[in-house]
T-cell receptor, first 116, second 113 residues
Framework: SQTIHQWPATLVQPVGSPLSLECTVE??????LYWYRQAAGRGLQLLFY??????ISSEVPQNLSASRPQDRQFILSSKKLLLSDSGFYLC???????????????FGNGTRLTVT | AQSVTQLGSHVSVSEGALVLLRCNYS??????LFWYVQYPNQGLQLLLK??????LVKGINGFEAEFKKSETSFHLTKPSAHMSDAAEYFC???????????FGTGTQLKVEL
């Protein structure tokens, strides 16, 4: 069966420090991968999505970047964190080649980031 | 562009009462709609989805939703609330370009004794 792992579960970082959040999917090949951010009262905001290795689409201009060094690995990074980067970050995957109308998103358990 | 609006950021019901969570969509094409549930400090779990066909969709945990084109709505219901239903619920619409989902702002459901 397919599983998705995110780590760490919680993270407290000072302003100006770097960030690296990792997401790994197991049990499936060539998934679409997504990073969402959830801020209080604002729902889920799509940050990045990827349809393949090295193929990243950015949805909003921001202080963050994403990379996909391997088929089942998706990394969210920042060189210098801002207070506004605090939030709950969720990684998700869906089946490649299947439209989301037929293939739902599967989410990890998230990383709660607090920038102090 | 497709979008969804969830009316009411917080809904409170008594255990055993009807649950009604509202979602209205905006789409220039026939929409594909989803409801997800999120328990505290966890990811989102798919409850149900509407793509084509029957407009009344049944999901997990006794939830169902009805697609009403005339009202541009996709409200989530459950006949009898249980304490374990307390969670945040998100409505989402499939945004065809780039194979993405656009989520509403969520509704926090509280179930009281």
């Amino acid at each position: 069966s397919q599983t998705i792992h995110q780590w760490p579960a919680t993270l407290v970082q000072p302003v100006g420090s770097p960030l690296s959040l990792e997401c790994t999917v197991e049990g499936t090949s060539n998934p679409n991968l997504y990073w969402y951010r959830q801020a209080a009262g604002r729902g889920l905001q799509l940050l990045f999505y990827s349809i393949g290795i090295g193929q990243i689409s950015s949805e909003v201009p921001q202080n963050l970047s994403a990379s996909r060094p391997q088929d089942r690995q998706f990394i969210l990074s920042s060189k210098k964190l801002l207070l506004s980067d605090s939030g709950f970050y969720l990684c998700a995957w869906s089946n490649r080649g299947a439209r989301l109308s037929n293939s739902p998103l599967h989410f990890g358990n998230g990383t709660r980031l607090t920038v102090t | 562009a497709q979008s969804v609006t969830q009316l009411g950021s917080h809904v409170s019901v008594s255990e055993g009462a009807l649950v009604l969570l509202r979602c209205n969509y905006s789409s220039s094409v026939p929409p594909y709609l989803f409801w997800y549930v999120q328990y505290p400090n966890q990811g989102l779990q798919l409850l149900l989805k509407y793509t084509t066909g029957a407009t009344l969709v049944k999901g997990i945990n006794g939830f169902e939703a009805e697609f009403k084109k005339s009202e541009t709505s996709f409200h989530l219901t459950k006949p009898s609330a249980h304490m374990s239903d307390a969670a945040e619920y998100f409505c989402a619409v499939f945004t065809g370009g780039g194979n993405k989902l656009t989520f509403g702002t969520g509704t926090q459901l509280k179930v009281e004794l």
